[in-house]
């Protein structure tokens, strides 16, 4: 197993709602890369944030929104939920620089259901 | 931006036989392509990796290729047992960024 925790495990909430979800990277990662799964599919990339700055972005509306903090941990923030926000959301840790530094390790994920 | 596709949705092959699944890609500057294995509700585990800088690359049971001028990358997994079985995803990117994922690949190895 890796060292990147997310927190919660499970989340519901209503649509229109908000919600934080939480990402501790690995010990010595310095970036951290969002990503959304819906069921039966691959991980779809929301941003990346390195040194707490967001580093690339992918797809998503200006309603997914990210921090990451001076220890590299990190949030996800989803403004006026959707039914098609439900799914499992994903972080992953990797360190910058340097050979073999595109490695990602990913959390075990948080599984957010919109009703 | 970088689209991956990904072949066959589902694999199904007896124990001790040899999977493969292939990938295409887009984008000719992606540089960096890693295999993960998704077991039902765990997180996708890295299996192995390989780099635009090499063609091959083996670890025990599992390898993958890559052939830059075609864009397209294979995993093959040798002598399969049924733990291999899983969700087996490609994906591509660019300096560790903005990396795209393939549809998945459901494997299945009977006993």
């Known amino acids: 197993e890796t060292g990147v925790t997310q927190s919660p495990t499970h989340l519901i909430k209503t649509r229109g709602q908000q919600v934080t979800l939480r990402c501790s990277s690995q010990?010595?990662?310095?970036?951290v890369s969002w990503y959304q799964q819906a069921l039966g599919q691959g991980p779809q990339f929301i941003f990346q944030y390195y040194r707490e700055e967001e580093n690339g972005r992918g797809n998503f509306p200006p309603r997914f929104s990210g921090l990451q903090f001076p220890n590299y941990s990190s949030e996800l923030n989803v403004n006026a939920l959707e039914l098609d926000d439900s799914a499992l959301y994903l972080c992953?840790?990797?360190?910058?620089?340097?050979?073999?530094?595109?490695?990602?390790?990913f959390g075990p994920g948080t599984r957010l259901t919109v009703l | 931006g970088e689209n991956v596709e990904q072949h066959p949705s589902t694999l199904s092959v007896q124990e001790g036989d040899s999977a493969v699944i292939k990938c295409t890609y887009s984008d000719s500057a992606s540089n960096y392509f890693p295999w993960y294995k998704q077991e039902l509700g765990k997180r996708p585990q890295l299996i192995i990796d390989i780099r635009s800088n090499v063609g091959e690359k083996k670890d025990q049971r599992i390898a993958v290729t890559l052939n830059k001028t075609a864009k397209h990358f294979s995993l093959h997994i040798t002598e399969t047992q049924p733990e291999d079985s899983a969700v087996y995803f490609c994906a591509a990117s660019i300096d560790n960024n903005d990396m795209r994922f393939g549809a998945g690949t459901r494997l299945t190895v009977k006993p």
């Open positions: 992953a840790s990797s360190p910058w620089g340097g050979q073999g530094t595109d490695t990602q390790y």
């Open positions: 010990s010595g990662h310095n970036t």
